[in-house]
């Protein structure tokens, strides 16, 4: 089956830096590369995803890269705000319908103001 | 647009205890997922619905936990009986399809004493 693992595991980062988490996985049949972040308390909100016949997805200060070859994706912020400081989680879908989700175990990031 | 509701947001019981959780949907989607979140961790898939259908329980304790989603809209996991390793946060996420994103819900926090 598929296995997702996460880096770092705690990211502290400057008002104003950039943040960056990467994510390996293991199913190369997998095609679906969602990012989550969780606030204390809160359910998991997907804050933007990319699929596997995509190199790179951007939303504002946010952006997902894929490279399926080394079978690796990563989550950039930047600008990052104060209230960008929640856990984010990374997953990837197992096989090629994008049914289940596997998640990496979380980076909890916090950004110092 | 609402979106996926859960209730109860805490439960707090005594080993080999029985519980249920219940998940209302957003409306429209037709695939339901149960995930349990181990403090500390991502969210691991229990069970998945495509309407009122199954489509995976490989990781559901069968012989402690159930699930159904009658008219293939609400849906309650239960555990009977309940176990200290249960403590977690149940999440339910629904999507429009399967293959598609997911939304979470916020979750129940399950306490076993």
């Known amino acids: 089956g598929e296995n997702v693992e996460q880096h770092p595991s705690t990211l502290s980062v400057q008002e104003g830096d950039s943040a960056v988490i990467k994510c390996t996985y293991s199913d190369s049949a997998s095609n679906y590369f969602p990012w989550y972040k969780q606030e204390l308390g809160k359910g998991p909100q997907l804050i933007i995803d990319?699929?596997?016949?995509?190199g790179e997805k951007k939303d504002q200060r946010i952006a997902v890269t894929l490279n399926k070859t080394a079978k690796h994706f990563s989550l950039h912020i930047t600008e990052t705000q104060p209230e960008d400081s929640a856990v984010y989680f990374c997953?990837?879908?197992?096989?090629?319908?994008?049914?289940?989700?596997?998640f990496g175990a979380g980076t909890i990031l916090r950004v110092k103001s | 647009e609402a979106g996926v509701a859960q209730s109860p947001r805490y439960k707090i019981i005594e080993k080999r205890q029985s519980v249920a959780f219940w998940c209302n949907p957003i409306?429209?989607?037709?695939?339901l997922y149960w995930y349990q979140q181990i403090l500390g961790q991502g969210p691991k898939l229990l069970i998945q619905f495509q309407n009122n259908g199954v489509v995976d329980d490989s990781q559901l304790p069968k012989d402690r936990f159930s699930a159904e989603r009658l008219k293939g809209v609400d849906s309650t996991l239960k555990i009977q009986p309940a176990k200290l390793e249960d403590s977690a946060v149940y999440l339910c996420a629904s999507s429009l399809a399967g293959g598609s994103e997911q939304y979470f819900g916020p979750g129940t926090r399950l306490t076993v004493t």
């Open positions: 990319i699929r596997s016949n995509v």
């Open positions: 409306s429209g989607h037709a695939t």
């Open positions: 997953a990837a879908s197992e096989g090629s319908d994008g049914n289940k989700l596997v």
